[in-house]
């Protein structure tokens, strides 16, 4: 009989954590550890192993049916379809690298490879915010700008099994540079681009020679003690993520986008710049029904996108 848990593997430029979970997305161990990511893929994967066959040990048949599958959330570029990454920038030395293949090999089990944004859709359309919806979206609002799409009930994919790249979307001529473009989303809507951020709108204060000298937390502390000019960067960091959310439901009409880790993190008054600054940028009809929330999971979200790469493969959708 096969095994009805399932062993996950969420993949971090800094940290790394292997769980346990169920289908009905309850976690029963969990391990968390430095990425080491320098150290390249090879390291990394030798780490997770270590972590993976202690646990699997631990749960083998003890009250149910041991793990039969593997899942990893890691972010792209990859070939989902293949599990194949392919060069991920905060991942340096990922280059083509057949996960999915290695990790069958090395563990016996089928395993799912998936991209951290959709990985993270995945959870909230199972047990999350999106729970209950056809057509809905996951903005990371993270160290980077990552976006899972779903549409009619599957996760929108390329012919090679690209997610979408929403922070490679120049929204502005002028602005900081990331992701290899001036003016990009992620520039404006990522932890790392509102740093750059700063130092574009401030560069007296914030720029240091092109690069930004503060970081989100700071900025962030500093909007709490009062200070405008942060709050300036941080309200503009908003509107530009409701322009994107704005931009995306003029495309695809989504029941619900919910967006990561900076909505919980900033909290609601800017989360509600975002809302506003989508109202006014919306086509009424195919956003006007559009709910924007920060991810219901919080804390758990990471380590259940994970597992719910095998879990939505295998659920039920009409």
Known sequence: ????????????????????????????????WDSDAHLGWAKMLADFLV???????????????????????IG????????????PPHLPGWDNVPLAEILH?????????EHDAAACLEAEW?????????????????????????IDGRILRGPSGQSPEIGHVRIDRDGPVMFGKVGCSESFCSGEGIGKLAGFMFPERF????????????????????DVQARAVLEESARRTGQVCAMLADLMAPQVIVLGSLARYFGQWWL??????????????????TQIV????????????????CVFRSAPRD
């Not at 009989?1 to 969990?30: F, P, Q």
């Not at 792209?76 to 060069?87: E, H, Q």
């Not at 729970?131 to 996951?138: M, S």
């Not at 509600?272 to 956003?287: H, K, M, Y």
Request: hydrophobic share 45%; aromatic share 4%.
């Open 1 to 32: 009989m096969a095994g009805d848990l399932i062993l996950g593997w969420d993949v971090g430029g800094t940290k790394s954590a292997a769980v346990i979970g169920t289908a009905a997305g309850e976690v029963l161990e969990r391990r968390q």
């Open 51 to 73: 972590h993976a066959r202690a646990m699997l040990a631990r749960h083998a048949g003890v009250g149910h049916a041991g793990v039969g599958r593997v899942g990893v959330s």
């Open 76 to 87: 792209g570029p990859l070939n989902t379809l293949t599990g194949v990454v392919l060069s």
């Open 105 to 113: 090999r090395e563990l016996g089990l089928p395993a799912v490879v």
């Open 126 to 150: 199972l047990w999350g915010a999106a729970r209950d919806t056809t057509h809905c979206a996951y903005f990371t609002c993270g160290t980077g700008f990552g976006a899972g799409v779903m």
């Open 207 to 226: 720029g240091q020679g092109g690069v930004s000298s503060v970081s989100t937390r700071q900025l962030m502390e500093l909007t709490q003690q009062g």
């Open 272 to 289: 509600a710049i975002v809302r506003e600054e989508f109202a006014r940028e919306v086509l009424p009809i195919n956003g006007g029904h």
């Open 294 to 309: 920060a991810s219901a999971l919080g804390e758990r979200l990471q380590d259940l996108s994970a597992i719910a790469p």
